[in-house]
């Protein structure tokens, strides 16, 4: 198991707090906060962890290609399908899709040039969600 680190500048927290049954807020040491419950409009958990992956991703392709062009459209699609079996509830086949538009000229050419490569290297590189799904990070429960 590797060491833990103590580093503050690498620790990433949340913390939960019950609203109601079934509905909680997610808030982080920002000041940001998102609700989430199930059977809702809401977000589920499952979604949150979706969006997320999709966030993730987003951040890192907008970042670089939006220094070229601004996109006309752009939109990410995160998919799973959520499955019950003898390892209990998860998720399998997550498959993201990109729907990325730029405009005509030199500067949607160069963005559309690099898009394929910075997906790519979200996907194995960068993107902390998605390469914590793919690696699976270890989830240890405590009781205070």
């Not at 890192?60 to 070229?68: H, I, K, N, P």
Request: aromatic residues 4%; contains cysteine.
């Amino acid at each position: 198991m590797p060491e833990q680190t103590t580093d503050p500048k690498n620790l990433r927290r949340v913390t939960l707090t019950r609203d109601r049954v079934g509905r909680y807020t997610v808030r982080n040491d920002r000041g940001g906060s998102i609700t989430t419950s199930s059977g809702t409009e809401e977000l589920s958990p499952v979604e949150l962890l979706l969006a997320g992956i999709a966030a993730c991703t987003a951040v890192d392709v907008d970042t670089v290609t939006s220094r070229r062009a601004e996109p006309e459209q752009f939109e990410i699609e995160v998919t799973a399908d959520k499955v019950k079996d003898e390892q209990g509830n998860h998720l399998e086949d997550i498959e993201v899709t990109f729907r990325v538009r730029f405009p005509e000229g030199e500067g949607g050419d160069a963005a559309r040039a690099i898009l394929p490569t910075l997906v790519r290297r979200s996907h194995e590189e960068f993107c902390t969600v998605s390469r914590t799904v793919m690696l699976g990070a270890e989830v240890t429960p405590r009781i205070e």
